[in-house]
Nanobody, 126 residues
Framework: QVQLVESGGGLVQPGGSLRLSCVGS????????IAWFRQAPGDLRVKIAC?????????????TYSAAVEDRFAISRDKVADTVYLQMNDLKPEDTARYYC??????????????WGLGTQVTVSP
């Protein structure tokens, strides 16, 4: 089944780090802006980071972040491995959520082009 696959979540203590990975099972991520969203129980799914597509020249590839994670999280793209990562440092209990990557036409969009994957759970707890 063609889908996004997230991995790298787990249980970590406050102040710890994790790196999440996002790959497309049967398609290239390079044609899309890739965003990371997260959803805590009872909350809406919120976009926290995004990196622009690489198939169009002149597109500003500067990543964007929500205020809740800027200075702690970093999104990056490995073009050769066709993988997008989310490096998460100085994790806090409020970062506990299920994390999803999404394909967007551009980072200013909110509606994914392709279906959501299953996500990966991040739990920050002593």
């Amino acid at each position: 089944q063609v889908q996004l696959v997230e991995s790298g979540g787990g249980l970590v203590q406050p102040g710890g780090s994790l790196r999440l990975s996002c790959v497309g099972s049967e398609f290239s991520l390079g044609r899309y802006a890739i965003a990371w969203f997260r959803q805590a129980p009872g909350d809406l799914r919120v976009k926290i980071a995004c990196i622009e597509r690489v198939d169009i020249e002149g597109v500003d590839a500067t990543p964007t972040y929500s205020a809740a994670v800027e200075d702690r999280f970093a999104i990056s793209r490995d073009k050769v491995a066709d993988t997008v990562y989310l490096q998460m440092n100085d994790l806090k209990p409020e970062d506990t959520a299920r994390y999803y990557c999404a394909t967007l036409l551009h980072c200013h969009d909110l509606t994914p082009v392709r279906p959501w994957g299953l996500g990966t759970q991040v739990t920050v707890s002593p």
